[in-house]
């Protein structure tokens, strides 16, 4: 079992940037898939950008692409997501998210076994 516990969220002007950070515990590894999703009130929850295990290769969900940039520490057992030019549409709940089976990041949440509790991201007009 893998614990996440997300940090950083909060209120922010449009085009103003926050740090999200997600700190695992338990049984981690670094050559697992991890990624950060979001779910706004009303919508499913979507994919946002993740990285892939020990090459750490990353994507993006288009929508944030050359705003967002995803990082991980494996020694410290640590995901950020530095989230610049915010936009009010970025406003959601924000899930942290580790993968038992997969080294190369995937979109899906079903590819995902292990959630953070999230944390709230709302960007003011």
């Known amino acids: 079992q893998v614990l996440l516990v997300e940090s950083g969220g909060g209120l922010v002007q449009a085009g103003g940037s926050l740090r999200l950070s997600c700190a695992a515990s338990?049984?981690?590894?670094?050559?697992?898939?991890m990624a950060w999703f979001r779910q706004a009130p009303g919508k499913e929850r979507e994919f946002v950008a993740g990285?892939?295990?020990?090459?750490?290769?990353?994507i993006y969900a288009d929508s944030v692409k050359g705003r967002f940039t995803i990082s991980r520490d494996n020694a410290k057992n640590i995901l950020n997501l530095q989230m610049n030019s915010l936009k009010p549409e970025d406003t959601a709940v924000y899930y942290c998210?580790?993968?038992?089976?997969?080294?190369?990041?995937?979109?899906?949440?079903?590819?995902?076994?292990?959630w953070g509790q999230g944390t709230q991201v709302t960007v003011s007009s």
């Open positions: 998210a580790s993968s038992a089976r997969y080294y190369v990041v995937q979109r899906a949440t079903g590819a995902y076994d292990n």
């Open positions: 338990g049984r981690t590894s670094g050559n697992r898939a």
């Open positions: 990285v892939s295990g020990a090459i750490s290769s990353t």
